[in-house]
């Protein structure tokens, strides 16, 4: 079944923990993206991927990592990580490399820091 | 990419169809519309999208208007599951960041 998966689901930290959220896709997508939900704020982009090596800031990059070593997973990095940053995070795949067609959604990572 | 309008909410039979209107008055010739939704907190999920010929597909229709500004989604026989928030998304094709902008959206109740 063509998916997006994300891990962990849920999360619960104290402030300076670092952490890592997984991504990955099993379509063989180029484009890769990263973005949280707050409420009342919408869906904003994070970082995004137009292939493997090639990343780039999106919207609020701030206090976020991310790499790409590999076309199928593309794992979202909080070094130190602040309340600010709690949030549900939804990682998308698409094919292409500007994410122009169809983007597939992750189930989500609802992350809450202390 | 285009400002759109969409109601804040809407109802709908169960077995009706549902008419999601979107009002996009300063699309450029270049900007398709993305239909997506979101169903409580779950990642959103494609349905459809268009440039400015109607489109359907297994899950909606998508109808713009000629002169481009407007657009509703239908869903022919709405169920419950369709409950969720749906989006109308204005967007070139060839986007640098390949960045959907989500507004607030219309949510859509669908009652037995």
């Known amino acids: 079944e063509a998916q997006v998966t994300q891990n962990p689901r849920y999360l619960i930290t104290v402030t300076g923990k670092k952490l890592t959220v997984t991504c990955s896709q099993n379509m063989n997508h180029e484009y890769m993206s990263w973005y949280r939900q707050d409420p009342g704020l919408g869906l904003r982009q994070i970082y995004y991927s137009m292939n493997v090596e090639v990343t780039d800031k999106g919207d609020v990059p701030e206090g976020y990592k991310v790499s790409r070593k590999e076309k199928r997973n593309f794992p979202l990095i909080l070094e130190s990580p602040s309340p600010n940053q709690t949030s549900l995070y939804f990682c998308a795949s698409s094919s292409g490399t500007s994410g122009n067609y169809e983007q597939f959604f992750g189930p989500g990572t609802r992350l809450t820091v202390l | 990419d285009a400002k759109t309008t969409q109601p804040t909410s809407m109802d709908c039979a169960e077995g009706r169809a549902a008419n999601l209107p979107c009002n996009h008055s300063t699309i450029s010739g270049n900007e398709y519309v993305y239909w997506y939704r979101q169903i409580h907190s779950q990642g959103p999920q494609y349905i459809i999208h268009?440039?400015?010929n109607n489109e359907t597909n297994e899950m909606a229709s998508l109808i713009i208007t000629e002169d481009r500004k407007s657009s509703t989604l239908i869903l022919p026989h709405a169920t419950l599951r369709d409950t969720a928030v749906y989006y109308c998304i204005v967007r070139v094709a060839t986007s640098n960041t390949g960045k959907l902008i989500f507004g607030q959206g219309t949510t859509l109740q669908v009652k037995p």
């Open positions: 268009g440039l400015k």
